[in-house]
């Protein structure tokens, strides 16, 4: 059956940048043909994190803790995260951001759901960027550049 899989046969993908985001992992959404719900499988090394400390306009996230422990940051606050736990992630601005962090000496395990809702706006906090796509195209941007009129540039 095509819309049922096995984590242990999935082929996971190698990613690091800097120092501080590693992961392996795979996007299982595809392969189980579903169509409105992304599905991910992380397994994040000790001391990495896979992603940004950010937060949707658009896409709501969960987060299904397979193995492991870790750190959960949310808005501006910290919590213990460990296997079992389901992380709620909704639409909103800074107050819910997010980033799981993998603080312990054991690899971090965990499944990640999302709505595909485009177009989808995501803020980053600690960089100030914001980033805006929609599957087709994709724009990133600074928020310290401030706003801009909307007829600015209009003849």
């Not at 990613?15 to 392969?31: C, E, Y």
């Not at 177009?119 to 990133?140: F, L, Q, V």
Request: glycine share 10%; net charge negative.
């Amino acid at each position: 059956m095509k819309n049922v899989i096995n984590l242990d046969e999935v082929k996971l993908e190698d990613f690091a940048k800097g120092d501080k985001f590693a992961s392996r992992g795979a996007r299982i959404g595809p392969l189980l043909g579903a169509r409105q719900l992304g599905y991910s499988y992380d397994i994040v090394p000790p001391g990495k994190r896979a992603c940004p400390f950010h937060s949707h306009r658009s896409q709501e996230e969960m987060f299904f803790i397979l193995s492991g422990t870790g750190t959960l940051r949310y808005g501006g606050e910290t919590r213990t995260i460990r296997a079992g736990d389901i992380i709620c992630c909704p639409v909103g601005g800074a107050e819910t951001a997010h980033q799981i962090v993998n603080d312990s000496a054991e690899e971090l395990r965990y499944l990640s759901i999302s709505t595909m809702t485009d177009p989808e706006i995501c803020e980053y906090p600690d960089s100030g960027k914001i980033i805006a796509y929609d599957g087709k195209w994709r724009h990133s941007t600074e928020a310290a550049a401030g706003n801009v009129d909307y007829w600015k540039g209009e003849v």
